[in-house]
């Protein structure tokens, strides 16, 4: 099982980033799909998730309008699209794969270094 990301880089404020999650071993329609992110000196947090039934998205409230997860099943891909960025979003940024039930599951990759400076 393999997780990837890619995408990140140093960008400006009010830039846009497009990143993606490549995953093998595992396939993404069965799994509820997230990406999380780590700042320096802070916790972990979750910025948004495309569940595997129904396809519902939540995302946190601090990206709320400028960013959208989606998948390319076909791909076994999941992206993370960020819009009008900000400072603050300066964060390694995490691709996680679940599934729950009588076994859980629980992927990670190993992150994407996403860095927003003027």
């Known amino acids: 099982v393999q997780v990837v990301e890619s995408g990140g880089g140093l960008v400006q404020p009010g830039e846009s980033l497009r990143l993606s999650c490549a995953a093998s071993?595992?396939?993404?329609?069965?799994?509820?799909m997230s990406w999380y992110r780590q700042a320096p000196g802070k916790e972990r947090e979750l910025v948004a998730s495309?569940?595997?039934?129904?396809?519902?998205?939540t995302y946190a409230d601090s990206v709320k309008g400028r960013f959208t997860i989606s998948r390319d099943n076909a791909k076994n891909t999941v992206f993370l699209q960020m819009n009008h960025l900000k400072p603050e979003d300066t964060a390694k940024y995490y691709c996680?794969?679940?599934?729950?039930?009588?076994?859980?599951?629980?992927?990670w990759g190993k992150g994407t270094q996403v860095s927003v400076s003027s």
């Open positions: 071993g595992f396939r993404v329609l069965n799994y509820d």
């Open positions: 996680n794969g679940k599934r729950q039930g009588f076994i859980r599951y629980d992927y």
């Open positions: 495309s569940k595997s039934e129904g396809g519902s998205t």
